[in-house]
């Protein structure tokens, strides 16, 4: 569908939303904290996709994850832009009841695997891959959060992310 997507095709872009739009949506709220700034990375992501989808390499990765690295670019991009700090997020009056994002993962056999094998990480390197991966922090950011030394933080990270790779094969 993606590679559809790269030659233009406008039914396989609106398919490709229809299936992928609020999981990115979850993961752009997520780092961004605030629904309009959330729903500004998907869009800005969604854009990317449809002028650069072409660009998608399947021997690089699944399109999954493609994806979740544009939607986590765009949203960090917005974030330092704006500041989490914005006062002008609307605090919901009663709480969504529909199953948020991870959920819909963990319900997924890719996010069973994925979460079982975070689940065999380090503990620092599990926080620190969480940290940029789930709540979108830089590296810098990590760093001063845990109080632990930059380049140390950026080795959690990357062997951490190797250890995946392996755990979760080809």
């Known amino acids: 569908m993606l590679q559809r997507c790269g030659t233009g095709d ?3 872009f609106r398919a490709l939303y229809e299936r992928q739009s609020g999981r990115l949506y979850g993961i752009a709220l997520r780092i961004t904290r605030q629904p309009a700034l959330a729903a500004d990375a998907l869009h800005e992501a969604l854009m990317q996709v449809w002028q650069h989808a072409n660009r998608f390499d399947p021997a690089r990765g699944s399109p999954e994850a493609w994806l979740t690295g ?5 949203a960090m991009d917005i974030v330092r832009k704006h500041g989490r700090e914005g006062g002008d997020a609307a605090i919901p009056d009663s709480a969504d009841e529909a199953p948020g994002p991870l959920d819909a993962l963990l319900a997924s056999r ?3 695997a994925l979460h079982d094998c975070i689940a065999t990480l380090e503990a620092a390197q599990r926080r620190a891959i969480l940290l940029a991966f789930v709540d979108g922090l830089t590296h810098s950011e990590i760093s001063a959060r845990i109080s632990a030394p930059l380049g140390t933080v950026k080795s ?3 062997r951490g992310l190797l250890a995946l790779k392996e755990c979760l094969g080809p």
């Open 10 to 12: 406008a039914v396989s």
């Open 110 to 112: 890719d996010g069973k």
């Open 70 to 74: 544009l939607i986590r670019y765009r």
């Open 156 to 158: 959690w990270v990357r």
